[in-house]
């Protein structure tokens, strides 16, 4: 029962280098998302998805980008690394997102610095 | 907008306390409540949920009662072990919104 996978679980990057975080579930969800947990706050969206193909833009999208090749992987990747993108980022899924009483399976979380 | 406002931490209790975590939100719709929990390098697990008004949720001998008059659901357990210790973070979900909305989280330290 791997549910939500994440990798890697930690990185450094110096400031403009690019990188991807990996994301996939093996239960068959449509629903993913990206979030970031900032020392201290609750956890913000950055990008979702509600089926192959298909993404948008959550409430902090700048310097980021998605894609949505497969049922199971949600990549997310940064450009131009930026120290205020020094963060711990989480990927959740859900079977479907438009029954929004659904919780959210969330991954272990990949923490990441810019220097 | 929604928001969900929660204690601040850290919350620093005996073992065998009782335990309150406040919780409140503003919503435009009719959300969904969750409590997750956070155990150190690890990451969200769901405790427990309520989809509608006057709903409790219960896990673990952990509740909290969805409160739609007062905006509220409070998290509550009779008496915290020390395996308890971690971040609380209570969470809205709204048909309108996209994603969870969660508050800032709570820290729960249990001394034996």
């Known amino acids: 029962n791997a549910g939500v996978t994440q990798t890697p679980k930690f990185r450094i990057l110096k400031i403009g280098q690019s990188m991807t975080l990996q994301c996939a579930q093996d239960?068959?969800?449509?629903?993913m998302y990206w979030y970031r947990q900032d020392p201290g706050m609750g956890l913000k969206l950055i990008y979702y998805?509600?089926?192959?193909?298909?993404?948008d833009k959550g409430e902090v999208p700048n310097g980021y980008n998605v894609s949505r090749s497969t049922t199971e992987d949600f990549p997310l990747r940064l450009e131009l690394a930026a120290p205020s993108q020094t963060s711990v980022y989480f990927c959740?899924?859900?079977?479907?997102?438009?029954?929004?009483?659904?919780?959210?399976?969330f991954g272990d979380g990949t923490r990441l610095s810019i220097l | 907008g929604n928001s969900v406002t929660q204690m601040e931490g850290p919350v620093t209790l005996s073992e065998e306390a009782f335990l309150t975590i406040n919780c409140t939100y503003t919503?435009?719709?009719?959300?969904?409540l969750f409590w997750y929990v956070q155990y150190p390098g690890e990451g969200l697990q769901l405790l427990l949920k309520?989809?509608?008004?006057?709903d409790k949720g219960s896990n673990k001998g952990f509740e909290a009662t969805y409160r739609k008059e007062t905006t509220s659901f409070h998290l509550e357990k009779g008496s915290v072990q020390v395996s308890d210790s971690a971040v609380y973070f209570c969470?809205?979900?709204?048909?309108?919104?996209?994603?969870?909305?969660f508050g800032k989280g709570t820290h729960l330290i249990i001394q034996p």
């Open positions: 959740a899924s859900t079977q479907d997102g438009g029954y929004f009483w659904q919780p959210q399976h």
């Open positions: 309520a989809t509608k008004a006057d």
């Open positions: 969470a809205l979900s709204d048909p309108k919104a996209d994603g969870l909305t």
């Open positions: 239960m068959n969800h449509n629903y």
């Open positions: 919503a435009t719709g009719y959300p969904s």
């Open positions: 998805s509600v089926g192959a193909g298909i993404t």
